[in-house]
């Protein structure tokens, strides 16, 4: 789309076409409006257009360049419903995980709208956690790998509850989906990961309701002179400025973006930034704590195989001997971290790799907390101090124990790194939604305290992160962002 092609007759503009952005369009584009989606990146396709028909794409060919469709271009298409419990405070080892402004009733209707846009396959049997659901899963679960199966018989066997991992992946008689050993941080050539431009964006764009700009960035977001309402956005497109009016404006930029978005559209009603009166934007950074281990199946390499099919749930709320919630153990897929020459020594590098080609990458994730001082600070563009979440140290090594005791009983040598190395994954926070404006930049409609029709939908407004994946939870958000922003501009 051209930056002078009907630029502003558009009701809405969202900034970004990840998760949050292509599916609230989406759900925009049903209600009837006409939406502008402001991207700062293009297509995969046109920023690599060397990509092979055939061969997934490991992410670090796009390092440090945007995408149509966000991180879920190259995500393991996990999508977890988060559990009851995660609505809740929650009382863990190191600290509480705060409650959200809603239960896990009023997210449940777009949990399963977004697993059905989404086309999720999966299935509550195993997962002792699973949440109450009003209907089953719109897809079977995809079949284990015949090495991958014996494992989990074999877990079983031993008294594991062993649950499928609801995968977004094209996948049947007439799906595209090959089932090959990538998946996890590969751009898939074939369309066949549901990610936000597949199961959103084309969708959105086919209603005709749509339009999209790409390789264009948003400077700043424009309220009107009281400062008590949005009316567009400031973008560059081509080395040129631009104005862009519009009813209302969804940032969509995620973590740390749309938190630096806010903070960099100050304006003389709000020196501070944008939603920052009270200094919560970029505070209560949360995430994930994560490890890993390697089940050893056989002495030989083996096959490639599509690995990304079970987990073991049932120490989500506790676990022997502990009264705190714990996390889970999933497998994913192959993942050559070994090629990091900057990360490894050669040797190293040849060993890791020697590992990986006769197990199974495994993971474990425990809920990392948020705290008022966790979180990014920003001088203009930059990040000037990071702050990390509190992990809860003892319980994550309790949960690499029972990863390594659960493999072992099932049969298996396991390789696991000669530290304790945890990193943090699926971060959440800095833009919070919530019921007190004193704790929160978002009201529980996702918009903005003090400012009418500015709305945040990404996993920067996710309060905590609980222990599962939190890319369905931002999806059904999304979703019911969009009901939420179309009843403001009816009434």
């Not at 948003?218 to 973008?235: H, K, M, N, Q, Y």
């Not at 903070?263 to 994930?288: E, F």
């Not at 690995?307 to 153990?329: D, L, Q």
């Amino acid at each position: 789309m051209s930056i002078s092609s009907r630029v502003n007759d558009h009701d809405v503009i969202v900034v970004g076409s990840g998760a949050g952005g292509a599916t609230v369009a989406f759900r925009l584009a049903q209600h009837g409006y006409r939406v502008l989606i402001v991207e700062q990146g293009d297509f995969a396709q046109r920023l690599r257009p060397d990509l092979s028909s055939s061969e997934p794409q490991f992410y670090q060919a796009f390092q440090g360049r945007s995408v149509v469709g966000g991180p879920t271009k190259f995500y393991g298409a996990a999508l977890y419903r988060m559990r009851e419990s995660d609505f809740r405070a929650t009382e863990h080892e190191a600290g509480v995980s705060p409650a959200w402004p809603i239960d896990y009733d009023e997210l449940e209707p777009y949990y399963e709208q977004a697993e059905e846009l989404y086309g999720v396959r999966g299935a509550a049997e195993g997962d002792p956690s699973e949440p109450r659901r009003a209907r089953p899963f719109p897809h079977a679960p995809i079949p284990h790998a015949p090495i991958v199966q014996r494992l989990v018989d074999r877990l079983r066997g031993a008294g594991y509850a062993v649950a499928p991992v609801p995968r977004a992946i094209d996948y049947g008689p007439n799906g595209r989906c090959r089932l090959c050993s990538h998946c996890d941080a590969y751009y898939c050539p074939f369309d066949a990961k549901l990610d936000a431009e597949i199961a959103a964006l084309r969708p959105a764009m086919r209603t005709g309701n749509v339009d999209l700009l790409t390789n264009t960035e948003c400077l700043r977001i424009l309220t009107d002179g009281s400062g008590a309402r949005a009316t567009g956005v400031l973008v560059r497109h081509e080395g040129n400025d631009h104005t862009l009016e519009a009813r209302a404006v969804v940032v969509c930029g995620g973590l740390p973006g749309s938190a630096k978005l806010l903070l960099k559209s100050a304006n003389s009603k709000h020196p501070r930034g944008l939603g920052n009166g009270r200094g919560c934007v970029g505070r209560y950074y949360g995430g994930h704590s994560v490890g890993s281990v390697f089940p050893i199946l056989s002495l030989r390499a083996l096959p490639a195989v599509h690995a990304k099919t079970f987990a073991i749930n049932m120490y989500y709320e506790n676990s022997p001997g502990w009264p705190y919630p714990t996390g889970v153990i999933q497998s994913a897929c192959e993942i050559p971290f070994w090629e990091d020459k900057n990360a490894l020594k050669w040797w190293k590098r040849r060993a890791a790799e020697a590992v990986v080609r006769r197990s199974l990458f495994c993971y474990y994730m425990a809920e990392a907390l948020p705290t008022r001082e966790s979180g990014f600070e920003f001088d203009g563009e930059k990040i000037v101090r990071w702050t990390a979440p509190i992990h809860n140290v003892q319980t994550v090594r309790r949960l690499r124990r029972l990863a390594i005791k659960a493999f072992r009983r099932a049969g298996c040598p396991i390789v696991v790194a000669p530290r304790e190395d945890v990193s943090l994954w699926h971060a959440t926070g800095t833009v919070c939604f919530g019921s007190n404006p004193h704790s929160s930049v978002l009201n529980v409609d996702c918009r903005v305290h003090d400012i009418e029709d500015l709305y945040v939908v990404d996993g920067s407004i996710l309060p905590s992160a609980g222990a599962v994946n939190t890319g369905l939870t931002i999806l059904a958000l999304a979703l019911r962002a969009g009901d939420r922003i179309n009843a403001a501009l009816a009434s």
